[in-house]
């Protein structure tokens, strides 16, 4: 299998979204902000998550599952939290909006905490973590899927969640600490992407419908389907289990909006945004200073192999941002395959690739 990439320019393919998402009729303020953080994923590394969901989006607008233009209801609202509903707009227009009201209620209360029912698929949650750690907070994301089941319970060969990504960013005295992952053992646009490609999965991620482990990505679309293990696996899943129990907990049950309310509701999520001002509990210099010491702890820390030193979550992604600034975006046969039916779908041609 071929691993080449192509490589196109940043500022172009950023114009070509937003062209994208304008002639499927967004508004130009929700396509600039689909544009960005769809792109925003891309360039941490999140290619599952990144430009490739750019045809999605564009088909649910045109058919509308997908609102182009509007705002999220206020449902109800105290000093530090409040309850949205996004009536099916766009994550990754949403999203930004939510971290922004609750970094407003942490500089008046300390914390402010924001959950949302009906946001359209929120892509990848590491891209909007800047928004909170370059106003010196914390910040942690959650989101769940209503009309998705495809993660068993520990101990099931059954589909029961969907795959609910965790995504928390800290400030620091250098570049912000920046984690997300999921409460699975993988994520079902990775699973699509390893079919894609015609991989199999790094490890053994699935349950087939008898009750057997296997890396083969064909068989979470076979009849009946695998479904993906909770992080932790055959052996320590139960530890991924709870997680997604708690996750499924503050997003669909804090928003009142889970399975029985949203199960055709598609890609469509329900989220948890939470953010925290360090300075409520005491001098932000003092936080930074304690974040700092845990990092340079774990730079400090032995490595098993002297050519992996241990790195700090969301080095590799930023490194990777201004690589790909730089040379430009990297998108391999496989991504490119889709980002061409979306330029036949919305009839806005493709820019060129890079030299």
């Given at each position: 299998m071929s691993t080449e990439v192509t490589r196109f320019?940043?500022?172009?393919?950023l114009q070509w979204a937003d062209d994208c998402?304008?002639?499927?009729?967004?508004?130009?303020?929700?396509?600039?902000?689909?544009?960005?953080?769809?792109?925003?994923?891309?360039?941490?590394g999140y290619s599952t998550h990144g430009l490739i969901r750019l045809l999605n989006n564009c088909q649910w607008l045109q058919r509308g599952d997908s609102l182009g233009k509007g705002q999220p209801l206020t449902l109800s609202e105290r000093a530090a939290v409040a309850h949205w509903?996004?009536?099916?707009?766009?994550?990754?227009?949403?999203?930004?909006?939510?971290?922004?009201?609750?970094?407003?209620?942490a500089k008046n209360a300390g914390t402010g905490t924001i959950v949302i029912r009906r946001s359209q698929h929120i892509a990848a949650l590491a891209s909007y973590l800047s928004l909170a750690t370059e106003q010196g907070m914390v910040v942690s994301l959650m989101c769940s899927t209503p009309g998705q089941r495809a993660v068993a319970p520990f101990g099931s060969k059954q589909a029961v969640f969907s795959p609910n990504p965790f995504a928390v960013g800290v400030?620091?005295?250098?570049?912000?600490?920046?984690?997300d992952m999921s409460f699975s053992m993988t994520a079902a646009g990775k699973v699509r992407q390893a079919k894609a490609n015609g991989e199999k999965l790094p490890y053994q991620a699935l349950v087939t419908a008898d009750g057997e482990w296997t890396d083969d990505p064909a068989t979470f679309f076979a009849e009946p389907a695998s479904a993906i293990a909770p992080l932790g696996?055959?052996?320590?899943?139960?530890?991924?289990?709870g997680l997604t129990l708690y996750s499924e907990i503050l997003t669909m049950a804090l928003?009142?909006?889970?399975?029985?309310?949203g199960s055709d509701d598609g890609d469509a999520n329900s989220v948890w945004v939470q953010v925290i001002d360090p300075s409520a509990f005491g001098?932000?210099?003092a936080f930074i200073e304690q974040v700092d010491?845990?990092?340079?702890?774990?730079?400090?820390?032995?490595?098993?192999?002297?050519?992996?030193?241990?790195?700090?979550?969301?080095?590799?992604?930023?490194?990777?941002?201004?690589?790909?600034?730089?040379?430009?975006?990297?998108?391999?046969?496989?991504?490119?395959?889709?980002?061409r039916r979306c330029s036949e779908f919305t009839g806005v041609a493709m820019p060129g690739s890079k030299a």
């Open positions: 320019d940043y500022q172009q393919m998402l304008q002639q499927s009729g967004a508004s130009g303020e929700i396509a600039r902000n689909v544009a960005f953080y769809l792109l925003e994923g891309d360039l941490l509903d996004a009536q099916h707009l766009p994550g990754p227009y949403v999203v930004p909006q939510a971290i922004e009201a609750a970094v407003t209620m400030p620091s005295s250098t570049t912000p600490l920046l984690l696996g055959e052996k320590l899943g139960y530890k991924g289990y928003s009142q909006y889970g399975r029985r309310q001098e932000q210099k010491d845990l990092i340079n702890d774990c730079r400090g820390a032995a490595p098993i192999s002297a050519q992996q030193p241990v790195r700090i979550p969301g080095e590799r992604g930023l490194g990777l941002k201004q690589q790909q600034l730089k040379s430009g975006l990297e998108y391999s046969d496989a991504t490119l395959k889709v980002l």
